[in-house]
């Protein structure tokens, strides 16, 4: 099966814009989870979706949000941009039936750096 | 909520030696414990995983122990090599429909 895929894979913004970022998590994989990674603060949860519902979801203020399609794919957009939106965002799919229902396998990230 | 907490923050070792890194964490429900192993521009990798049923798990030069009493988890890595050389994840995943906490992480690096 191919891997989870998210593009654009870099994307160089200045602040107050918008972003949309885009998961397609492996085939079959219903949950897709969003994380931030930055180099002080590790990865930090942003939301989960399962079956086009937000079923989780970490402590971002509202200019984060995000949506899952009919087939799984999911997006994440970030309004309003500030400096300290710069980081590696990551996404991650699980099965979420199956013997290893939980793990979840990566994507390679979208790299924003905001201007 | 879950918190888990990750040591040392970074460790070197000559290549042959051993690592190991222990997390910690704070919910008892908490049952499945992944490990990830991320070398510098790639993305997180799953290396080895143990639910909390299971008080041990290897796989080849890799081995994980979990104390359920004493809530915290371990990775263990034997004859190092320098490909082994990452930044390596614990994370912690609640009763069902939470989500993981992820440790902050630790830099391993293998002196040839």
């Known amino acids: 099966k191919a891997g989870v895929t998210q593009t654009p894979r870099y994307l160089i913004k200045t602040r107050g814009q918008q972003v949309t970022l885009s998961c397609s998590p492996i085939?079959?994989?219903?949950?897709v989870s969003w994380y931030q990674q930055t180099p002080g603060q590790g990865l930090q949860f942003l939301f989960e979706y399962f079956s086009e519902t937000q079923r989780n979801k970490g402590n971002f203020p509202g200019r984060f949000s995000g949506r899952q399609f009919s087939n799984s794919r999911s997006e994440m957009n970030v309004s309003t941009l500030e400096l300290g939106d710069s980081a590696l965002y990551l996404c991650a799919s699980s099965p979420t039936s199956g013997v290893n229902q939980e793990t979840q396998y990566f994507g390679p990230g979208t790299r924003l750096l905001v201007l | 909520g879950e918190n888990v907490e990750q040591h040392p923050s970074t460790l070197s070792v000559q290549e042959g030696d051993s690592a190991v890194i222990k997390c910690t964490y704070s919910d008892s429900a908490s049952n499945y414990f992944p490990w990830y192993k991320q070398e510098l521009g790639k993305r997180p990798q799953l290396i080895i995983d143990i639910r909390s049923n299971v008080g041990e798990k290897k796989d080849q030069r890799i081995a994980v122990t979990l104390n359920k009493t004493a809530k915290h988890f371990s990775l263990h890595i034997t004859e190092t090599q320098p490909e082994d050389s990452a930044v390596y994840f614990c994370?912690?995943?609640?009763?069902?429909?939470?989500?993981?906490?992820f440790g902050p992480g630790t830099r391993l690096s293998v002196l040839p």
């Open positions: 994370a912690a995943l609640g009763a069902f429909g939470q989500n993981f906490v």
């Open positions: 085939s079959g994989h219903r949950s």
